[in-house]
């Protein structure tokens, strides 16, 4: 089940998975799926073993940079766009919507 987490809870989970002295925040998957892209953890999975967000493996532990998942997200988003603008153009074009 998620949980809905403020906005000050978000930026202290982050601020624990930052590594002192590096500039580079590694998260963990289950805070990926639950805060960033809100998806399943096999779905997340799959993104990461499909090469679509990078990782590295310590033991059991898949770690993902935080600039790597915000990434992903902004290329999601402007295809969600794309798509959606195509659609719309469809429509008009087929003369299925109103105006």
């Known amino acids: 089940m998620r949980r809905n987490l403020r906005g000050d809870d978000v930026i202290e989970k982050l601020q ?18 639950e805060i960033m892209l809100g998806c399943s953890r096999p779905h997340l999975v799959k993104l990461l073993e499909e090469g679509k ?17 915000v990434e992903y997200k902004k290329q999601m988003k402007a295809e969600q766009k794309t798509q959606l603008t195509d659609m719309m153009n469809l429509d008009e074009d087929l003369g299925l919507c109103d105006s």
Do not use: L, M, N, W
């Open 16 to 33: 624990r998975c930052r590594k002192e002295d590096s500039p580079i925040f590694y998260i963990d998957e289950a805070f990926v799926e």
């Open 53 to 69: 967000i990078q990782y590295t493996k310590v033991g059991k532990h898949r770690r993902i940079v935080f600039e790597d998942v």
